[in-house]
């Protein structure tokens, strides 16, 4: 019955806009069958009805201008009901706010931090609601001021889905300055580093990042692109026998061992010329190979060599020299040359022939082992 007399106190103060700087004396007006009707709120609660959640409110008695101050409501209600289902506003939001400044208070913003905070617990059929509303007290002169705070409305949702307003108490409370005579002047704070963020260089660091991942990969796909194991590079094909044949006479020619008087030694390289070169023509070794033996061996190539009789006169002559003894003349190392070359241009292939003179034969082009012998 206390609460409702407040209620209808505080409707009465209300009605007097700004008068409500000052708390009334005398005694509390008894309250009537009608609603609590005030420029904050309008309760759509019947008066004394039982569907009236139970309400018990506390808030400060004193505050300091500029600071929080919180109204801290418990409700006792049916666990089908709800507390403040669209918050704490109403459809005459824009008239219960200036009358909420006439009065010297403000409601900070809901979706803030400092906005009704809700908590319900269900016990059984019943249900308790605690609910905080924050508000600021703002005089409009400096100085200590008595206050009271109006009405608030809080919504309630009924299990029939009816949405009902219940106001709250008014509340007196003694305002001060928030600096006092003789309080002294706290020094400003230290400044705090300024952190800006320096886009342009984040993106450059980045890009620099990228690029280093990627030289750093492409040096690396290098490197063992560079020691993977690679081919080996083939030989060049051999020359032709006869080229090289041709090319030892030609070097024999101009040695000019004959002027010298080094006759056996012309005729050991003439002879060996023509070994070598018979040996790899027909496919036999022809420095390891008797003058039997390399016959025998030239004997059995198909079609039959033109000069095989030269060959074996050749062969078995030389073996004079360079067995016997024998010490060839001037004419028969020149004659001994002379057969060499005949016996090597005879027996290329034909395609392969070489001119007559023993220069032009030397310079001769290589070419591959083809045709008949």
């Not at 300091?64 to 109204?71: D, I, N, P, S």
């Not at 905070?117 to 249900?127: N, P, Q, W």
């Not at 796909?221 to 030609?250: C, G, Q």
Request: with cysteine; aromatic share 4%; charged share 25%.
């Amino acid at each position: 019955m206390k609460v409702r007399e407040l209620s209808l106190a505080a409707a009465a103060l209300l009605g007097a806009g700004p008068a409500l700087a000052a708390i009334p004396s005398g005694p509390v007006p008894q309250p009537s069958a009608a609603p609590v009707e005030t420029p904050t709120c309008r309760e759509s609660f019947p008066v004394g009805g039982s569907s009236r959640p139970l309400v018990t409110e506390k808030f400060p008695s004193t505050g300091k201008a500029g600071q929080a101050l919180v109204l801290d409501l418990v409700l006792e209600h049916g666990k089908g009901e709800t507390v403040l289902p669209g918050g704490t506003s109403s459809e005459n939001e824009n008239d219960q706010t200036r009358a909420l400044e006439s009065a010297g208070f403000v409601l900070p913003n809901p979706k803030g931090d400092a906005g009704p905070k809700l908590e319900t617990t269900v016990t059984g059929e019943r249900a308790r609601s605690h609910l905080t509303i924050t508000v600021v007290a703002l005089p409009k002169k400096s100085g200590e001021h008595a206050l009271v705070l109006p009405p608030l409305p809080v919504a309630v949702a009924r299990a029939s889905g009816e949405v009902r307003t219940l106001c709250t108490s008014p509340h007196p409370i003694t305002i001060q300055e928030p600096n006092r005579p003789g309080d002294r002047p706290k020094q400003n704070p230290k400044g705090l580093r300024q952190r800006e963020e320096w886009t342009a260089l984040k993106h450059a660091a980045i890009g620099l990042a990228v690029a280093a991942a990627v030289f750093a990969l492409g040096w690396w796909l290098s490197t063992l692109w560079k020691r993977r194991p690679k081919p080996v590079v083939p030989p060049p094909p051999p020359r032709p026998p006869w080229d090289v044949a041709l090319e030892e006479l030609f070097d024999v020619r101009h040695a000019r061992l004959v002027e010298q008087g080094r006759f056996a030694e012309h005729f050991d390289r003439v002879s060996d010329a023509v070994r070598r070169y018979l040996g790899a023509r027909y496919g036999f070794d022809g420095l390891e190979t008797t003058t039997r033996e390399a016959m025998s061996a030239l004997r059995k190539v198909t079609p039959r060599i033109a000069v095989l009789t030269e060959v074996q006169a050749f062969l078995e002559n030389a073996d004079l020299v360079k067995f016997a003894k024998l010490t060839p003349t001037e004419p028969e190392c020149e004659d001994a040359l002379s057969r060499a070359e005949e016996i090597v241009k005879r027996t290329m292939p034909e395609r392969q022939a070489a001119p007559a003179t023993a220069d032009a034969a030397a310079a001769a082009p290589s070419t591959k082992t083809g045709g008949a012998p």
